[in-house]
């Protein structure tokens, strides 16, 4: 087991990408490859005994929220509602102010 100051000091490494990730990705930006990344830095870290699988899945849903106002759930539910007023009703999707269909 890796000493608290390191274990610390990842943590802080992920929440810095996991915030600039969620913050690509609110300005519309394509983040595939730096969500992958990202995983891979967390993954690493558990293999290495620095984080825990459930302290990443809480640092992921807590930075989601504070990121994005909602959880990851709630955002890809609206998403998918917005998606699919999209290909039924474009005159609908459209009356949609562009801030709330982000």
């Known amino acids: 087991m890796q000493n608290k100051n ?20 609110k300005q519309g930006k394509k983040v595939e490859a730096e969500k992958y990344r990202v995983q891979g830095f967390m993954h690493a ?30 955002r890809a539910q609206r998403k998918r509602k917005l998606d699919a007023l999209k ?3 474009l005159d609908a999707y459209f009356a949609i102010p562009a801030i709330e269909r982000r």
Do not use: R, W
């Open 45 to 74: 870290g558990e293999l290495m005994g620095l984080i825990s699988k459930e302290e990443g899945k809480a640092l992921i849903a807590d930075l989601h929220i504070e990121v994005f106002g909602e959880t990851i759930d709630e």
């Open 6 to 25: 390191e274990k610390h000091i990842f943590i802080d490494a992920c929440k810095t990408q996991l915030v600039n990730l969620y913050n690509a990705s």
């Open 87 to 89: 290909e039924s009703d």
